[in-house]
C-alpha cells in the first residue's frame, strides 16, 4: 500500500468561460413577435379628435327591468294577504247563564277579515227573490161598467150600464170622466189608479188593497118624458151600513160641495130622493179594506142631463178632482158657521 503522501489529486480540466446570457430581444428566435396595431388613419379633411373627448354609443335601456320589481311586490303582497286571512280565530267568550237569544235579533258578524275577499263568481241559489210591495194608492177610482176585453173576472154577458136610443152607452161616459179626473189627480202629484167594474185588485184577490179614497162613478137611465120630471140631477153615497162613518160622510160631503158647483151652473141639483139600494149596497164596498173611505156617485140621467154628460166632461172631471183633493187633505169640507150678529140691549 502507498503511502497517502504520495497521492494527487487528478488535474482539474479548465472550465470553459461563462456563456454569456443572451438578452431576449427582436432577434431571438423563442421571443414572440409583437405586431403593433395599425390605426386606421382618420381623412386629411377631418381633424383629429382626442382620444378621451371621442363620442361612445349610448348603452341600450332595459325597457322590462321593472318587470322584476313588479313580482317581487307581487309575491311580497300575495305572502302578506296568505297569512292575514289564515289567522286562527279566537274562541268567543260563552254567554252568561241567564242569557235568552232574541229570536228576531239579526245577526251581525263580530270580525272581519283584515282583506275583503272578493266574490266573482256566484252560484244560483234556489231562495226566491221578495216581491216588492205595490205601494197603496191615494185614489182609486172605477170607472162604472168599464171592463178590459180578456181579462180576469170579466162577466160573461158584458154589462156596458144603460143605452139610449141613440146608442150612447153609460160606460163611454164613465171610462172618459174616470180617465180625465185621473190625469188630474196626477198632475197635482197623487198615486191614482183606475179599476175596472170587477177590477182582479178586489178584496177577494187582494185582502190588503186599502187606498186613502175610493170613487165608483156611474151615470143614471135614460128616463125622459113628463113622468119623469124628476129623472134629473146628480147623487153621491157611501155604505150603509158604513164601517168607517165618519171618514165616508166627510168623503161624501167633500165631493157634494165641490161638484156641486159644477152641476148648479147647469141647473141639476143634487137628487137625494133618487138614491136606491144599488148604490149603498155596491158591491166593491165589500171587495176593499172596510175601514177605506168609499163612495159612488151617479153624475146625472142620461135621458134630460144628456148634454151636460157629454159635453162638459172636463168640468165634471175638475168637479170630483177638487173634491178627492180637499178630502186627501184633510178638510172637513163643512159649510162654515154662520157667526150671529151681535145684538144690541137698552140699559135699564
Known sequence: ?????????LP???KAAPRKRQSVGANTPSATRRVSRARAAPPADEPRTPRSRRARPPAQKNRFGWLKYA???MMVGVGVFVVANLQPTPPAAPPPADF???????LVPTQAPFFAIPHIFELPTDTPTPIPTPSVPDVAIVAGHWAIEGAARVPDVPDSGAICPDGTREVDITKSVADKTLSLLQR????????QEFDPVYKDVNPDFAPRSFLSIHVDSCLVGAEY???????IAHAEPSDNQVQD????TCLTRSYDKVASKYDKPFNYNTITRNMTEYHAFRKIDPTTPAAIIELGFLGQDYDFLLHHQDEIAQGLARGLDDFLKGQTCAPPTATPPPTTTDAP
Not at 229 to 235: I, M, Q, S
Open 1 to 9: 500500500m502507498s503511502d497517502s503522501s504520495d497521492f494527487k489529486p
Open 12 to 14: 482539474r480540466k479548465n
Open 71 to 73: 313580482a317581487f311586490l
Open 100 to 106: 235568552t237569544p232574541d229570536p228576531e235579533a239579526t
Open 188 to 195: 197635482r202629484g197623487y198615486r191614482a189608479e183606475l179599476l
Open 229 to 235: 120630471a124628476y129623472a134629473t140631477g146628480y147623487k
Open 249 to 252: 160622510d166627510r168623503l161624501v
